[in-house]
């Protein structure tokens, strides 16, 4: 790979325009010295599009789906930090738990429930894990209510094999200002409530509104592979 690849050459700069957003955004921020840390989604990446990101610098890398991670992660750095993103089904946890650090998108009691007994199985001291809450109340959209999440926290914070290290939501397609930084401030608001640090909220589309409001993790496929 030269510095006159083409492929690289896009990338790099979508990924300095990113940065350049990301720090603009955080000065406009309720929390102006937090890290915003960049999940690139790979989705829509080939292996030599990920390598490429990681070559610039990026560490975390983020897949809807195991199925089409298994040789992404096979293929790439060792020291690459993955993501599962996406709804998680439960016979597919294993192998989430051999190929995948961060579990992002734990939806449901009984998902957490499985994550730890598979992970005493697996001898897995820790899993780190977001709960995604779904703060518009669309139906498409997995997630805990903010009315059920109390009960819910509850439950899960006793699997101590887990560790929750935040939350996570995806806010409504082509959404206003108004309604993005309503469902992001929820988010915040509820993860200052349980003393949880890390809120991953933001896409391509919204992720500048999601830093303003406290965002420290995005997840940017788009925006960087194209």
């Known amino acids: 790979m030269t510095m006159m690849n083409p492929k690289y050459e896009k990338i790099k700069k979508n990924i300095e325009q990113i940065k350049e957003k990301i720090d603009c955004a955080k000065t406009k921020s309720l929390r102006k010295e937090q ?4 999940i690139a989604v790979t989705k829509m990446a080939q ?6 990101a990681y070559n610039l610098g990026l560490q975390h890398f983020g897949e809807n789906r195991i199925e ?6 096979i293929n790439s750095p060792t020291d690459i930090q993955w993501h599962i993103i996406g709804t998680i089904q439960r016979r597919k946890i294993p192998t989430i738990l051999e190929h995948c650090k961060f579990i992002d998108s734990v939806d449901r009691v009984e998902v957490a429930e499985t994550i730890h007994k598979k992970a ?3 001898r897995i001291e820790t899993v780190p894990i977001l709960l995604q ?3 518009s109340g669309e139906e498409t959209k997995h997630g805990f209510s903010p009315s059920e999440f109390d009960n819910s926290f509850e439950k899960i914070k006793e699997f101590n094999n887990l560790f929750i290290r935040g939350l996570m939501t995806i ?3 082509n959404a206003d200002e108004k309604t993005l930084r309503q469902i992001f401030g929820t988010l915040r608001n509820i993860a200052e409530k349980y003393n949880l640090k890390t809120l991953s909220m933001g896409m391509t589309d919204d992720f500048e509104i999601a830093i303003e409001e406290g965002a420290t993790e995005v997840r940017l496929g788009r925006a960087i592979f194209g």
């Open 171 to 173: 806010a409504p397609i």
């Open 68 to 73: 089409s991670a298994c040789e992404k992660i």
């Open 47 to 52: 292996i030599e599009d990920i390598q490429i």
């Open 133 to 135: 809450l779904n703060i």
């Open 35 to 38: 890290e915003v840390t960049i």
């Open 120 to 122: 005493i199985e697996k």
